[in-house]
Nanobody, 125 residues
Framework: QLRVVESGGGLVQPGGSLRLSCAPSGFNWVNAAVGWFRQAPGKEREGISC??????TYADSVKGRFTISRDNRKNTVYLQMSSLKPEDTAVYFC????????????????????WGQGTQVTVSS
């Protein structure tokens, strides 16, 4: 069946780093836009980064600390997170604009069709 799979979450100390991965299962997303979202306890899900052909977008809360990238050879999108803060603690979700609806990406959840089940990131000492 068609799936989007996230991995790489875990427990990290403040100031540390983690790299999340997102990959499709059961289909090839080609150059579809991919977004990363997160949801902390008691808060709404928020878009934090997305990538489309030739462009990347970041929320102000993670700009300068997180980097999104795509490895076409591995058919994988990554979210490199550094200088992590306790407020980054959340479940992180990968989402894919599939079937593609736009050549551009946004941090709006409505653009994305397939969603992963999420991976927990906990930033704590």
């Amino acid at each position: 069946q068609l799936r989007v799979v996230e991995s790489g979450g875990g427990l990290v100390q403040p100031g540390g780093s983690l790299r999340l991965s997102c990959a499709p299962s059961g289909f090839n997303w080609v150059n579809a836009a991919v977004g990363w979202f997160r949801q902390a306890p008691g808060k709404e899900r928020e878009g934090i980064s997305c990538i489309s052909v030739g462009t990347t977008t970041y929320a102000d809360s993670v700009k300068g600390r997180f980097t999104i990238s795509r490895d076409n050879r591995k058919n994988t999108v990554y979210l490199q997170m550094s200088s992590l803060k306790p407020e980054d603690t959340a479940v992180y979700f990968c989402s894919v604009d599939w079937p593609p609806t736009s050549r551009f990406c946004s941090l709006a959840m409505g653009q994305y069709g397939f969603w992963g089940q999420g991976t927990q990131v906990t930033v704590s000492s």
